[in-house]
């Protein structure tokens, strides 16, 4: 009986862990969302590791330095985001989050609208997940 209440404790504080770590990492890209719409440099540095590769649907790579720098000028505006059919895959220390971008931009006082499949790779620092990476690729149209 003993064994049995073991395993089940066992299995049930892993569950929980699994859930928290899987509301953290949703919890820091709703965190990016914000910042993208609402650039804060202090934040968005906490929020992303030095080595960032940030790769955009056109095939153009930045590093955290070249990113910041198109969301604090304006080169990327970013209006509105609508993030749909996320998925967050957790092994380790590492997190796979994807999911379908809808956005409204205004890049160089432009209008635009935006659809994408992102894939964000986060790890878990000391403190909390802090994004590592991004793709973009264009949804295919129908």
Known sequence: MIKKLLIFSTILLSANLVFAQKTGVEEAV???S???ITPDSAALDQ??????SYGHSSGKVQTKQEFLHSLISGESDFV???LTDQTVTIQNKTALVRH???AKT???NVPGNVRLYILLIWSKEKSGWKLLGR????VPEK
């Open 30 to 32: 709703s965190r990016l």
């Open 47 to 52: 929020l992303i590791l030095s080595n960032l």
């Open 135 to 138: 793709q973009a690729v264009k």
């Open 34 to 36: 914000q910042l993208m």
């Open 100 to 102: 379908t971008l809808n």
């Open 80 to 82: 509105d985001i609508n």
């Open 106 to 108: 205004n890049d160089k």
